[in-house]
């Protein structure tokens, strides 16, 4: 492209600090540097992680910054040393990278990545190597991915090739939450033919599970959450049965058990609360249930009592759903150009970068599952 080798000026939604609106900018983005790409950003979607950092977590040194984390794009220009890449390719970017080489990555026991900075962000670029600038001011590249921008630099092992029939304002979806709930049925859960299974709030990431387990062949889904309202939308996914923790005097996890003989064999929470963790665990039956936390919080400590394990139940967690992304991610966009599994049913509203905050507007008032905007033309 023109733009090869150049400062990019472009439009970017910046967090100058925590806690408040989002400005749109203009910002400059510069070349990409050794193994990094420059990525035009065509879609993207707003992700409770993204309000997670600006409205509750907060990090002192997190700002200013440019959000986004779940988004596709095409490549504009590659850095020296690149070479997978090459300009007009399709791509993902990813927060939780895949550099092939460390011990994480090729162990097939997990996900992670020793070139992942922080465990919570995956983050491949610290501040002082932002390639993004705006009034003089570096810019944090949340999640090595800053996607609520025109245009971005990814490190390499952050970025997975994907097929060029794949609509991006669809597939921008398996950047994070998709992904991250199906993987959490499948990979981490292992959910087998058969089994029932209970899944804890019913946001995207939520119904992804539910789309898991029913992928996975389980015989009952129940869907637990405290808004009925989305309960329709967990039928659409695979979901067979419903409860709303507030129409009980007792424990859901008593109501499970009643219904299941003794409590569900998988249980996912993907809500991100301490609460609804002990009761997705305590909802499993013993000697073998499994229950996965997938909802994301770094702020309270979980408890329980110890007999819930000693009795053979286990608890674990799981991270972009177990999936290694330069892999995964292109192997989940097939499935959905095999139509095995679902992403359009997602998206609730489309928006341009420009409407940024009424998008995490909808989500804080939990009127949305995912709103994509259209950020640059193809």
Aim: overall charge neutral; hydrophobic content about 40%; some cysteine.
């Amino acid at each position: 492209m023109a733009t090869a080798g150049k400062v990019i000026t472009c439009k970017a939604a910046v967090a100058w600090e925590p806690n408040k609106p989002l400005v749109i900018e203009d910002i400059e983005v510069a070349p990409p540097q050794v193994a990094e790409i420059r990525i035009k950003i065509v879609a993207t979607a707003v992700c409770h992680t993204d309000l997670y950092y600006l409205l509750e977590s907060m990090p002192k040194d997190g700002f200013p910054a440019v959000l986004g984390h779940e988004a596709a794009g095409l490549v504009e220009s590659v850095g020296p040393g690149v070479t997978e890449f090459q300009s007009g390719d399709k791509v993902i970017p990813l927060f939780l990278p895949q550099c092939r080489q460390c011990r994480f990555c090729k162990s097939p026991k997990t996900n992670q990545c020793e070139l992942g900075v922080d465990a919570g962000h995956g983050d491949v670029m610290g501040p002082e190597d932002s390639r993004l600038t705006c009034k003089g001011k570096k810019l944090v590249p949340f999640a090595g991915t800053s996607t609520f921008s025109e245009f971005t630099v990814v490190n390499q092992i952050s970025v997975a090739k994907i097929d060029h029939a794949a609509p991006l304002d669809k597939v921008c979806l398996l950047g994070c939450g998709v992904s991250t709930g199906f993987g959490a049925a499948v990979n981490t859960a292992k959910v087998e033919p058969g089994s029932t299974c209970a899944v804890f709030g019913l946001g995207a990431i939520g119904l992804a599970a539910v789309m898991g387990c029913k992928f996975a062949g389980a015989k009952k889904i129940f869907a637990v959450d405290i808004n009925p309202d989305k309960f329709k939308k967990a039928k659409d996914f695979g979901a067979t049965h419903f409860l709303n923790p507030k129409d009980y005097d007792k424990p859901i996890s008593a109501v499970l058990a009643e219904l299941t003989a003794g409590g569900v064999d998988y249980a996912l929470e993907c809500v991100g609360n301490v609460g609804v963790m002990r009761s997705a665990l305590e909802s499993c039956v013993k000697g073998w249930g499994v229950c996965v936390l997938v909802g994301w919080t770094n702020m309270h400590d979980i408890t329980t009592r110890p007999i819930q394990l000693i009795a053979g139940r286990t608890w674990k967690g799981s991270f972009f759903g177990g999936f290694k992304g330069r892999d995964g991610v292109p192997d989940m966009v097939k499935a959905y150009l095999d139509k095995k599994v679902k992403l359009d049913e997602f998206i609730t509203h489309n928006m341009t970068l420009a409407q940024i905050n009424d998008a995490i507007e909808l989500m804080k008032q939990g009127k949305c599952i995912r709103t994509v905007m259209s950020v640059c033309p193809q």
